[in-house]
């Protein structure tokens, strides 16, 4: 034979190319569906788009067996068996919402809070939290309360904006990073994109993080820090920089509250608040008037530091003079700390000093003239280009807020907060600090067919805003904005199953979830958590926890314990949102959103779940959901929400092409053509700020105007970052009796502790509370980078990369407790116990085991073959992680969380680690494999 | 390397196959016709059986048989398709040789040419066999000088000693059947001793450290995936060493009996029967050491340090 | 036909960057997905949903822990594997049906499915594993470099490169002309010292690695810390906050602790 064949270089495999937004993971990426013949053929990422820029990511990539998988439910389902058993008859639709609509009917005429709905990673949290508020249940949350609360709350309250999701660093210009405990993040492409763009500059990356795997492999500079001792290494820096003086003291002055003046009155229920003018506007000290005078005058310049004796009185000191006093003590010097994190003093001190010339011997300067909201005019944007970015290494253990709060006070002392190569917020952040949103549910506000009085989730500013009885007991079921957990902002989704089986502090009546795989990997205590799924009050024989609605798309392991199955559709089935009203997708440079359009019609009888919901809500009669004459207001289902839907006027779901004809950005009348020209448009929109509002948008007058005028800001001022939290400060009062709203007893020990208004570190919680001998070792679990939690397993691609999962140690710590690699284990808690099998490495802090998350199965579940490696060899350190702290003085048990956030504490966990007697090939605990459900396989 | 039964059988049925045509080749070329019809008959269908069987089996791995034929076309790069080249044309003069020599076609002249050439091609072809696996610089076992001795004595010796017995059995036993197959029997035992001498003391100077570039403190970390692929189930096959030194002794023990049984047939020819399968058994457990001690060099990215 | 063509000129590969590449898979997905639809298509998965999954993929990432000084802290190297393009390929020479070729044009190593007979012999003969087998179809399959992208006119330009390239998050994947001193990709392997893998199988890799850059920390650097004065810290930093009023500090001095 002899030339070589000529093949087809240019072939079309397509016939039609749809965008849409991605939902492999929380990172939104605009993609590209090709279709041949109604099939989804191939996926790529949209150039166009903000996110992505047109890369896709290993999960991405692997939509299209997410969208074919076997494991698809098919048809609602009644359970028909026992809780768990996986017995189920497939039901009509009418006859789903019917049932659905007698059960939440019942709960809503007598008492609506009887009805807890809770949601996971799912992206319409601006529908589910508007629609618990219409049902009247303050009973609500989404997965932030164990996911990262902590680094929403620590940003929101300090600099209003936040590390999750809320701001991303300059990949442009910065010359420093910093990484603390990010294996993946939601910002999985553009975290990614960036590295790449630093690799190429040839800016330094540092990592800290007890684990050097992805993100951390590729750094310039790996610091296997101790779990849970981050707050120790920031504070170190944070003395070195002071006892040098490298900090940006014009940013302190101008744009922080370190000036303010802080009231000296020890026991006095003044103690620690800001002195204020009658307005309520906080003092700083004019020095050439030698009296104080509202921080809102531009005229003054006054000192960062000091003591001073106001007109009536009373002592005052800047906030920041007690900054300066509590970081300069000797307890956080690198010597100190060294020990107890285990990073070498001499590296605290290199880091320390590296940090200070990058940020102030290689400031850069862009010539872009800007005004601030002092009218000050400035002719250059001076940028100091050190960034950090931070996620569920520091928020997921006890300590996270304040922890979080140090970083912060880090990166605001070295004034890098939105500046060129700094840390820069994203639309619609900045907001106030905190957000003026507080939580609905007193009582009294709480009534028969009766909506909240505004939305379940919000922010407290003192003891007054709690959610509590008149006992000061919580009167949420997960004991949210109660003194557990005072600044809960998101929730605490991991306490809901065991508060409402236990009674603790009442019953419900149903349990409706969404996306949330609360059986398994998001559950702590998963053996308990089973248990009380299924748990039967022994006098009635009824379930202690009665009704369980729950929609999920696939076969996890949640659905088989549920008694009412609504099954939703794939990503690429439906109609979404990605709302600035819920989680951004926006740039730094400027809004974005975007949306979802069924790019294929399901081949099953499902829904998508947020039409269900609104279909729900009109036959409930739920006020906003019907019209006048009690028909639904959204018939056309969620497309017509996202539309029509306005949550003040001139404001809805979409920022984009509102006003009758489209052009109108931000605020606009509804516009009937808005989702046609968002899929004109690739589905999404974006709008590039003006370079003038591109930096300092906290304090920029331009950025602020015209934040106001589109709706992300209720006014021009200035956001002033709270270096100095005085709402904790309020907390601390009310602990020492001062206010209207005091803790009970038992609580004041603890709000008094951990609610200092001046960032601080504590060891995190179990690690104190169990005998530390017995359980000397970490263990965390980290994202892997092809698999998003639960879902990935049942991906014909994805689980052949990760079937299944090791734990991972430390070569030096494997030979003291003699285990060579490939041994089975035991890995034991001061809860429970595991069978796991070790790989060694050498990346890993010595005192540090881990694993990748979610990989193990429950045996049955996900359409896949009850003996898969997923089942049989794969395993979960959920199972180790008690929801609950052990018992303290008094006996009361702490949820197992952040004391100020009530942040789930995954990475609290404290294990002992054996090899195991049973060498055999299989982990433990093994559950009973469950029966494949109808037509999923 | 995974020891597909497929190849063993191929290469062990159809090289004693073209061992044993040959010597009858050899016989014409020297003695010119066959004594008897029926031997001459016999000993050919039985050669060109194994060959065939041995052939045929080499397609049942292919992923395409019904395509096999195109594997002739590259005999200008491929030792697989000169080997395949060389089978086919075989057939040929060993038919004609057969027919003449046997006397089914009366042409005497022809049986010297005739029998030398397929002589020839019958060397050429299993030549040809040990090149594919001896030109395979990925797998230090085979990429060997003696590989292709090793496949051309083997066919000599299993050949020679099937020939023998059906000799015996159509009583035309002669010492000097003798005497050729009990050297070659102790040319493999001298050739295979020098190979697996060869082999070990072969440096295994391929490092995961040359395959990956990354230095001498490289170690393997996570293979690509948790599910296995086809590399490893093709090229992962290892064979532990203590299980293959017994193989190895097992082999020489075989060739020992072997020997044995030569020497008994000074007293009764008969002892022939039994040689000839012990040898090709013998054969059979070479060559499943030959894939599985056959180290490939791609296992460097599977977590080899060495190969 | 499996004797090599003349050297081509243009020597298309790719070139990855190790110091880069996180091992997120993009690269590994995106092939299968392209390539399962494109000219190796399909690429199977035998049993799926079994304990024994089975699948054909053209693009592997490996990792590796690398030991460079004698400490703990080895690093994690993720290292994607897939057809080198080499110039010299033994897979096309030992293949017995001409399946396996080595394109005249710009170097694409490609096989012809409607050739191949499945012997596996090229993928004996290749020292990297970069063919894998498809035992559903009983054809040999291997990294096409997309030569249905690279060219194909229904792209726009920027979007004719490998699914592997467009898809990889970092921008650890270059595709480009290696025959060409001047293209981006050479400049590139001549910067960063771009080498070859297992060079003395002599196959002569088109494909070339970046390796990752020397750290930045304890073992490189030398210690360093800030500069401080003498004297109690809290006076000195009160004097420079002083300074920034221009020295003129109206406020009573006093640097006195209370407890907070
Ligand atoms: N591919 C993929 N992407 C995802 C997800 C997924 O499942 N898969 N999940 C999404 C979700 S819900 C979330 S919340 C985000 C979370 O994204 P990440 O914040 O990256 O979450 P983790 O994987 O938990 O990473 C925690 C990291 O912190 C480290 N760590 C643990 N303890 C400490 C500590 O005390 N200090 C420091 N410095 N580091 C520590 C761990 O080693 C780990 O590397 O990812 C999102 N993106
Ligand atoms: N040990 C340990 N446990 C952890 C963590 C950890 O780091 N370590 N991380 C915690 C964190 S941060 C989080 S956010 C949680 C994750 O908590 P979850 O949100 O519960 O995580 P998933 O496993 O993704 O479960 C989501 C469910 O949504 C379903 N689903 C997927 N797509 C759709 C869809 O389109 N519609 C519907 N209706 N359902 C869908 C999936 O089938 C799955 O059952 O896990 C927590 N658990
Ligand atoms: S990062 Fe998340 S959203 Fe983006 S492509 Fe990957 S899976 Fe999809
Ligand atoms: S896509 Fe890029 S970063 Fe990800 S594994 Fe492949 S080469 Fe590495
Ligand atoms: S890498 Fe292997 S398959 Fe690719 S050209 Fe080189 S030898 Fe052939
Ligand atoms: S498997 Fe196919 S491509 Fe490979 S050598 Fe055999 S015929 Fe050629
Ligand atoms: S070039 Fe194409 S075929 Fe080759 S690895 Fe990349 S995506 Fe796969
Ligand atoms: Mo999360």
């Not at chain 1, 744009?255 to 506007?281: C, M, Q």
């Not at chain 1, 022994?538 to 199955?565: F, N, Q, R, W």
């Amino acid at each position: 034979m002899g030339a070589q064949p000529n093949i087809a270089t240019s072939p079309k495999t397509w016939d039609e190319i749809k965008t849409t937004t991605c939902y492999m993971c929380a990172c939104r990426c605009g993609i590209k569906v090709y279709l041949k013949d109604g099939t989804v053929k191939y996926i790529e990422g949209n150039r166009d788009h903000p996110v992505n820029k047109g890369v896709i990511c290993g999960k991405g990539a692997s939509g299209i067996q997410q969208h074919y998988s076997p494991s698809r439910l098919s048809k609602p389902l009644l359970r028909v068996g026992e809780r768990g058993s996986g017995e189920f008859r497939e039901i009509e639709w009418d006859e789903a919402l019917a049932l659905a609509t007698d059960w939440l009917g019942a709960v809503r005429k007598t008492d609506p809070k009887k009805l807890a709905f809770f949601t996971g990673r799912d992206q319409s949290q601006g529908l589910t939290g508007w629609w618990a508020s219409q049902f009247g249940t303050m009973n609500y949350a989404a997965h932030g309360g164990f996911c990262s609360v902590n680094m929403a709350a620590a940003g929101l309250y300090t600099f209003g904006g936040a590390f999750w999701e809320f701001g991303e660093p300059d990949w442009h210009h910065t010359k420093y990073f910093m990484l603390f405990g990010v294996a993946e993040d939601h910002g999985s492409n553009p975290i990614k994109a960036g590295l790449g763009k630093l690799k190429a500059r040839g800016a330094k990356f540092v990592s800290l993080n007890p684990i050097r795997t992805g993100y951390s492999a590729i750094a310039d500079e790996w610091i296997g820090v101790k779990p849970g001792t981050d707050g120790l290494f920031v504070g170190a820096l944070i003395h070195e920089l002071l006892a040098a003086q490298k900090i940006d003291g014009e940013y302190l002055v101008r744009y922080t509250n370190s000036p303010w003046l802080v009231i000296e009155n020890p026991g006095g229920a003044d103690h620690g608040l800001f002195a204020r003018d009658k307005d309520g506007v906080a003092l700083v000290w004019d020095g050439s008037k030698k009296k104080p005078a509202p921080h809102t005058d531009g005229a003054v310049n006054p000192p960062l530091m000091g003591r001073f004796k106001l007109p009536d009185g009373r002592k005052a000191v800047t906030s920041f003079q007690l900054i300066a006093e509590r970081f300069l003590g000797d307890d956080w010097s690198p010597d100190t700390v060294a020990p107890q994190c285990g990073v070498p003093a001499d590296t605290i001190r290199r880091i320390a000093a590296e940090l200070a010339r990058v940020a102030f011997e290689e400031q850069i300067e862009l010539d872009i003239p800007w005004t601030d909201h002092v009218g000050r005019k400035h002719d250059k944007m001076i940028g100091r280009p050190v960034s950090m970015h931070a996620m569920r290494g520091i928020s997921a253990h006890a300590n996270g807020f304040q922890t979080c709060r140090t970083i912060h006070l880090l990166q605001i002392m070295l004034g890098t907060i939105d500046v060129p190569g700094g840390f820069r917020y994203k639309a619609p952040y900045p907001k106030p600090i905190p957000p003026h949103v507080k939580p609905a549910g007193k009582s009294g506000q709480v009534k028969p067919n009766t909506p909240l009085p505004g939305p379940p989730l919000g922010f407290v500013m003192s003891p007054e805003d709690l959610l509590v009885d008149e006992a000061g007991n919580p009167l949420r079921l997960d004991k949210g904005f109660s003194w557990d957990a005072p600044m809960s902002s998101h929730g605490m989704m991991h306490m809901v199953t065991t508060n409402a089986a236990l009674g603790d502090p009442y019953n419900i009546d149903v349990l409706f979830m969404y996306m949330a795989n609360m059986s398994w990997n998001s559950a702590m205590n998963v053996p308990d958590t089973i248990k009380y799924l299924t748990a039967k009050d022994e006098k009635t024989g009824e379930h202690v926890i009665p009704k369980i609605i729950y929609s999920d798309s696939y076969a996890s392991e949640m659905v088989y314990y549920a008694d009412l199955i609504l099954p939703d559709t794939t990503y690429l089935e439906r109609w979404d949102c990605i709302s600035m009203l819920d989680r951004p997708i926006s740039e730094a440079d400027g809004p974005a959103d975007a949306i979802r359009q069924p790019v294929v019609e399901p081949d099953r009888d499902v829904r998508p779940f947020q039409t269900v919901l609104l279909d729900l809500g009109a036959r409930l009669g739920l006020p906003a959901m019907v019209k006048a004459d009690g028909s639904p207001r959204y018939p056309g289902g969620y497309s017509d929400y996202i539309v029509n839907h306005e949550r003040t006027p001139g404001i809805g779901p979409l920022a984009g092409f509102r006003g009758e004809d489209g052009k109108s950005f931000g605020k606009g009348a509804v516009n009937p053509d808005q989702l046609k020209r968002y899929i004109e448009n690739g589905c999404h929109w974006y709008y590039e700020l003006p370079d003038e509002m591109k930096y300092f948008k906290h304090v920029n007058k331009a950025y602020l105007e015209w934040a106001v005028s589109f709706g992300f800001l209720g006014n021009t001022e200035p956001i002033i970052h709270q270096l100095y939290c005085e709402p904790l400060q309020t907390f601390r009062l009310a602990a020492q009796g001062h206010g209207k709203v005091i803790p009970p007893d038992r609580h004041k020990q603890r709000i008094e502790t951990y609610f200092d208004p001046i960032p601080f570190w504590y060891p995190p919680f179990e690690g104190e509370m169990v005998e530390k001998d017995a359980f000397p070792m970490h263990a965390v679990t980290q994202r892997p980078m092809a698999m998003y939690h639960s879902w990935g397993s049942q991906n014909t691609w994805l689980r052949q990369i990760l079937g299944r999962n090791w734990l991972y140690m430390a070569r030096s710590k494997a030979k003291e407790l003699g285990v060579v690699d490939g041994d089975w284990v035991t890995v034991t808690s001061h809860h429970g116990k595991i069978k796991a099998p070790v790989k060694l490495m050498d990346g890993v802090n010595a005192d540090t085991v881990w694993t990748w998350n979610a990989i193990g199965k429950r045996s049955g579940a996900w359409a896949l073959d009850k003996d898969a490696p997923e089942a049989k060899k794969g395993f979960l350190l959920n199972h180790l992680i008690s929801e609950l702290l052990p018992e303290r003085g008094g006996g009361y048990r702490y949820s197992n969380s952040d004391p100020v956030t009530g942040q789930a504490a995954w990475y609290d966990l404290k294990v002992r680690i054996e090899k195991a007697a049973d060498q055999s090939d299989e982990s433990a605990p093994q559950f009973p494999s469950v029966k494949p459900l109808p037509r999923t396989t | 390397m995974n020891p597909a039964y497929s190849v063993l059988l191929f290469t062990t049925a159809s090289g004693a196959g073209y061992g044993m045509l040959a010597l009858l080749g050899l016989t014409g070329f020297s003695h010119g016709p066959a004594s008897s019809m029926a031997f001459a008959l016999v000993s050919m269908v039985i050669a060109l059986g194994l060959i065939t069987v041995g052939l045929l089996s080499s397609t049942f791995h292919l992923g395409h048989p019904e395509r096999a034929w195109r594997a002739v076309s590259q005999w200008r790069s491929s030792w697989l398709s000169r080997e395949g080249v060389a089978a086919i044309i075989t057939y040929g003069p060993a038919l004609l040789f057969g027919a003449v020599w046997s006397g089914l076609i009366d042409a005497p002249q022809l049986i010297a040419p005739l029998g030398l050439f397929t002589a020839v091609m019958c060397a050429v072809t299993v030549f040809s066999t040990g090149k594919i696996y001896s030109t395979l610089n990925t797998i230090r076992a085979w990429n060997q000088p003696l590989t292709v001795p090793v496949y051309l004595s083997f066919a000599l010796a299993s050949g020679a000693a099937v020939l023998m017995a059906v000799a015996v059995i159509f009583g035309r036993f002669q010492t000097f059947q003798l005497a050729l197959g009990a050297s070659a029997l102790l040319l493999i035992a001298v050739l295979k001793f020098l190979y697996w001498k060869a082999i070990d003391n072969a440096p295994r100077d391929r490092t995961m450290a040359n395959a990956t570039g990354l230095g001498a403190g490289v170690r393997q970390w996570e293979l690509p995936h948790t599910a296995r692929n086809f590399i490893q189930k093709e090229m992962g096959f290892v064979v532990a060493r203590r299980h293959s030194e017994k193989l190895r002794a097992l082999f020489f023990i075989l060739l020992a009996i072997v020997a044995a049984a030569y020497g008994a047939c000074l007293i009764s020819p008969w002892f022939a029967l039994i040689a000839a399968p012990v040898l090709l058994f013998a054969a059979w457990v070479e060559r499943w050491l030959f894939f599985a001690e056959g180290e490939h060099v791609v296992t460097l990215f599977y977590g080899n340090q060495q190969a | 036909m499996t004797c090599l063509p003349a050297p081509s000129a243009k020597k298309l590969g790719l070139v990855i960057d190790l110091d880069t590449c996180v091992g997120c898979q993009a690269c590994a997905t995106s092939c299968k997905e392209w390539n399962t639809q494109g000219y190796s298509a399909p690429l199977t998965d035998a049993n799926p949903r079994s304990a024994d999954p089975l699948g054909t993929w053209l693009n592997r990432i490996h990792g590796y822990e690398v030991k460079e000084a004698d400490n703990e802290n080895s690093r994690i190297v993720n290292f994607p594997r897939s057809c080198l393009h080499c110039e010299t390929p033994a897979c096309v020479t030992v293949c017995p049906t001409g399946a396996s070729y080595k394109r005249a044009e710009d170097g694409i190593v490609l096989v012809n499915p409607d050739v191949c007979i499945g012997c596996k012999l090229c993928s004996w003969a290749c020292p990297y594993g970069a063919r894998e087998y498809d035992y559903s179809h009983g054809v040999m399959k291997k990294c096409t470099l997309c030569v249905d992208r690279i060219y194909n006119e229904n792209f726009v330009e920027e979007d004719r490169v490998p699914a592997c390239v467009k898809a990889c998050p970092t921008g650890a994947r270059h595709f480009g002309d290696l025959g060409d001193a001047n293209s981006k990709v050479s400049k590139l392997v001549a910067e960063r010292g771009g080498y070859d893998l297992l060079p003395e199988m002599g196959t002569k890799p088109v494909n070339k690695y970046l390796p990752p850059r020397a750290r930045r920390d304890a073992t490189t650097l030398p210690p360093e810390s800030l500069p401080k004065g003498d004297g109690s810290a809290i006076d000195r930093l009160f004097a420079w906050a002083d300074g920034l009023l221009g020295g003129k500090q109206a406020a009573p001095r006093s640097t006195k602790k209370t407890k907070g």
